[in-house]
């Protein structure tokens, strides 16, 4: 076994910052786009949208894979893929799932979980025109998470699917389309120089459920919590 059990990062970035202290919002999606804003301009980020989504079979069998985020608001984190795909299938059966961002110039991490429900063909139809040829065409060829003979199989897919359709006209695959994963929970971590790193994490009440002493009162529903790193 490779012993890599030295290898670890000393989290000195000056923009870390305590959270809570530092918060001015108390409602989560609004301190993510916060977060968002600043990763996103930042020069050291490369994909400040890719995230980890994981999902479940029924029987509880987890997978996990990056995707990237297209959009978020208060309604949810939007994001695209083929529905016939394995992360596909089993949202089919199991229409719950997890979200987390890394962005390790910053030592942040976003963790989300919810519940997912497909977004409109409307939508998909409109984000894939807005996608370059070449990722409308890679989409076409794909009979995603199947097995492929080889490479070669696929770029004669490629090839007599560009000889069909121009730039411009080709079709959304009838089974590719968004997701929109509805945030029950979201966890902010912000790594520490000294180790002691920082866990907020906001949450919607279950019904009926007590004040505990250390939970308090977000905005618009949310409560949340500092939680031991
Ligand atoms: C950074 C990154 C971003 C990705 N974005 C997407 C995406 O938005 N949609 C997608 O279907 N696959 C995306 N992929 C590919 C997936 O990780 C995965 O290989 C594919 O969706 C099949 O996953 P599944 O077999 O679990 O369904 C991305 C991969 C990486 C590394």
Redo the contacts with the bound molecule.
């Keep these: 076994m490779a012993d890599i059990s030295g290898l670890r990062k000393q989290y000195n970035d000056k923009s870390n910052l305590f959270l809570e202290e530092n918060i001015k919002t108390k409602e989560p999606i609004q301190l993510f786009n916060e977060w968002f804003d600043i990763i996103k301009k930042d020069p050291r980020t490369v994909?400040p949208n890719?995230a980890c989504l994981s999902?479940c079979t029924k029987d509880g069998f987890p997978?996990a894979?990056?995707?990237?985020i297209?959009g978020f608001g208060k309604d949810g984190f939007r994001?695209?893929?083929?529905y016939t795909?394995?992360?596909?299938k089993?949202l089919e059966e199991n229409p719950r799932a997890a979200l987390t961002f890394y962005w390790d110039f910053c030592s942040r991490s976003v963790r989300i979980e919810g519940v997912v429900e497909k977004l409109p063909f409307a939508n998909a139809d409109e984000y894939f025109k807005s996608r370059p040829y070449q990722s409308q065409i890679g989409a076409l060829c794909s009979d995603?998470?199947n097995p492929v003979e080889n490479r070669e199989a696929l770029f004669e897919k490629e090839v007599k699917l560009k000889s069909i359709y121009v730039e411009g006209e080709v079709p959304r695959p009838p089974k590719w389309g968004g997701y929109l994963l509805k945030p029950m929970v979201i966890e902010f971590w912000q790594g520490q120089t000294d180790r002691i790193h920082d866990r907020i994490r906001f949450r919607l009440p279950k019904d009926g459920e007590p004040d505990g002493i250390l939970t308090k009162q977000g905005e618009d529903g949310w409560i949340y919590e500092r939680l031991y790193p």
């Design positions: 994909e890719a999902t997978s894979r990056y995707i990237l297209k994001f695209f893929t083929h795909s394995r992360k596909g089993e995603q998470s």
